[in-house]
């Protein structure tokens, strides 16, 4: 594998306001490896979301080092090696599906033919090719949701950042989305980064799952997931998915709030 | 709806018995049209004259409001620092009573058409501003992170985030300067020495009045239909362009 293609090594974040100073985040080390899925798990306010934008370079850690892909975090972001998918879509409702598609490539400056194709193919990935012409209003949250990700692989990026992308969705639409995405990510060879409140879906995507503490913002254990591949809907019913999400439930007890999987939809850590 | 207006009106002047003075007949402001003016013209030819005049008025300082109101919205929301500088004098500006600046831009800029069009886009330009430039910041947080993350210059953000998501403000302020800008250029037009207009014509309707009140109820009818139409075509407007939202306005 080589040296790993994420590196934070040391990191804090504190925020300053009015009010004071808030420390989000604590002696953050962490390496992923190319083509890992890494799943950051923990209860609301544990940092979880200010850690991926860190890494994403949309927010500046107050210390310590982030090396993307052997280069700062910056450099990386205006290279364009991120996809991004936020908990809701963001897609631009005066842009049809296709248009919201097709942003990446206009701001890169791609070429027309690659600008007019590469969305039909993303579109057909994630199974929305009928609605390319469609405003996003007229599609549901889970649809919106897969448009959002088939912008991300627009540029075909190394790192996919996804901050809770499904928290927002019912059950069943999530699980099935979880088994689209990791076709997608097969297909892509994307390192992805997914920030989740969701055990069962840390455990049935991830290849590790990193757990993590609120107050100050810390990791307090990685769980690698030694689940076969390809992920299937039997996989939910194998005894070591069960044992691994009692792992990581129990790592996150602290928190009963999340144990007992009432956790508010609308917040993010 | 215009039956039942015209309804109450009928019966409002049977049931108090109001003189012609105080409330003509409908069908008196009606046949105020078809009489003949001064020069041997039909009252409705020298009404779409003069109406014509000032609707070119209004559209001219509609324009140039709407661009000045752009433009600062424009600015605003660029720099803190200069919308805290000058944000006081444009609200100044709006509480200073039309009636009393526009005889001096009259006396400034002469009585020709331009003067009537910059007193419209005086009062055009205020909405733009304020909506657009509460628009232009108001642009979702994450679509904003978003494009930094996709290493958006700040050309690609304006163009392709901030401006379009602001289009919904703009089109709200644009509906309401539409009507204030064909209540500035008539007000433009008051002022001794302006020779065409609905401004013209209803201050020489209102010196008559008591002669022929028909007459200045059908110039203040004109007026309210220039002002319809102006709303509604920018409705349209604002129907084509901002298809794509679900709030544009049904009619």
């Keep these: 594998m080589g040296s790993p293609i994420i590196e934070l090594a040391g ?172 076709q997608v990510c097969t297909e892509t060879a994307a390192t992805v980064l997914f920030v989740t409140h969701s055990i069962a879906e840390a455990v049935f995507l991830s290849t590790r799952i990193v757990v993590m503490s609120p107050r100050p913002g810390h990791i307090d254990r990685v769980v690698a997931v030694d689940l076969p591949h390809p992920r299937v809907d039997k996989t939910r019913a194998l005894p070591r998915f069960f044992e691994l999400v009692t792992t990581v439930r129990q790592s996150l007890r602290e928190d009963p709030g999340l144990a007992s999987g009432h956790v508010r939809p609308g917040e993010s850590g | 709806m215009l039956v039942a207006i015209a309804a109450v009106w009928e019966a409002a002047k049977t049931l108090f018995a109001l003189p012609s003075y105080q409330l003509p007949h409908l069908h008196e402001i009606a046949a105020d049209f078809l009489r003949e003016g001064a020069g041997g013209e039909l009252w409705l030819w020298i009404m779409t004259q003069n109406a014509g005049y000032t609707a070119l008025e209004s559209l001219i300082g509609f324009a140039l409001g709407g661009v000045t109101g752009l433009v600062l919205a424009i600015a605003f929301a660029h720099s803190r620092w200069l919308e805290r500088g000058l944000l006081p004098y444009v609200v100044a500006s709006q509480t200073v009573p039309i009636l009393a600046i526009a005889p001096m831009v009259v006396v400034w800029l002469g009585t020709s058409w331009f003067s009537k069009a910059v007193i419209a886009a005086y009062l055009t330009f205020f909405p733009v501003t304020v909506n657009m430039s509460r628009g232009l910041r108001a642009v979702d947080p994450d679509a904003l992170a978003l494009m930094r993350a996709l290493a958006a210059s700040p050309r690609q953000i304006f163009f392709k985030l901030r401006f379009p998501s602001a289009l919904p403000y703009l089109f709200t302020a644009l509906r309401i300067s539409a009507t204030a800008s064909v209540i500035g250029a008539i007000v433009g037009e008051l002022p001794v020495g302006s020779r065409f207009g609905m401004g013209v014509v209803i201050i020489n309707a209102a010196q008559y009045y008591n002669w022929r009140p028909a007459n200045l109820w059908a110039a203040i009818l004109v007026s309210a239909v220039i002002g319809i139409g102006f709303y509604h075509a920018v409705a349209a407007v604002e129907r084509r362009v901002v298809s794509w939202s679900r709030t544009a306005p049904a009619v």
């Design chain 1, 11 to 182: 990191v804090d974040k504190t925020f300053e306001s009015r009010a004071g100073a808030t420390e989000a985040l604590r002696a953050i080390s962490l390496a992923v490896d190319a083509g890992e899925f890494v799943a950051v798990i923990g209860p609301s306010g544990c940092g979880k979301s200010s850690l991926l934008r860190i890494v994403g370079d949309l927010v500046e850690p107050s210390a310590g080092a982030v090396r993307v892909k052997g280069k700062s975090a910056r450099q990386a972001r205006l290279d364009r090696d991120y996809g991004i998918v936020f908990q809701t879509p963001v897609l631009y409702e005066w842009r049809t599906v296709r248009e919201n598609v097709q942003l990446p490539l206009e701001l890169a400056g791609r070429p027309r033919v690659e600008r007019e194709q590469r969305p039909r193919t993303l579109l057909r990935l994630v199974g929305l090719e009928e609605f390319a012409g469609h405003y996003p209003w007229q599609l549901s949250g889970g649809m919106q949701q897969r448009v959002s990700i088939a912008r991300a692989l627009a540029l075909n990026p190394s790192i996919l950042l996804m901050d809770e992308p499904f928290g927002a969705l019912d059950e069943m639409t999530r699980e099935r989305l979880n088994q689209e995405l990791l």
